[in-house]
């Protein structure tokens, strides 16, 4: 079993930033490719950002690259995104995700373990 848990959400003004966290516990941290998904009122999850257990390879979804960066410290079981120039459609939940393996996933029914979530808000 592996716990994930989300913090680092809340309200910012369009093109701020905001840095989420996503703190890991249960398994052995490295052993997993991670993820970042988000969920908009009225839609369904969808994904934004992928970063294999190493932290070599990263993948994003076109409406946050060159804004958001993903990123990971295995020493601290922690992984990261960091939210630049963002915009009211951004507004959502967002969940961090683990799959043991040692590829990227980009697919919801991909990963095994999911977070609570946090809740990012972009006024305009």
């Known amino acids: 079993q592996v716990q994930l848990v989300e913090s680092g959400g809340g309200l910012v003004q369009a093109g701020g930033s905001l840095r989420l966290s996503c703190a890991a516990s249960g398994r052995t941290f490295s052993w997993y490719g991670m993820g970042w998904f988000r969920q908009a009122p009225g839609k369904e999850r969808a994904f934004v950002a992928a970063?294999?257990?190493?932290?070599?390879?990263?993948y994003y979804t076109d409406s946050v690259k060159d804004r958001f960066t993903i990123s990971r410290d295995n020493a601290k079981n922690t992984m990261y995104l960091q939210m630049n120039r963002l915009k009211p459609e951004d507004t959502a939940v967002y969940y961090c995700?683990?799959?043991?393996?040692?590829?990227?996933?980009?697919?919801?029914?991909?990963?095994?373990?999911w977070g609570q979530g946090t809740q990012v808000t972009v006024s305009s």
């Open positions: 970063i294999s257990r190493n932290g070599g390879s990263t």
């Open positions: 995700a683990a799959k043991q393996g040692l590829r990227l996933y980009k697919g919801e029914n991909e990963y095994d373990y």
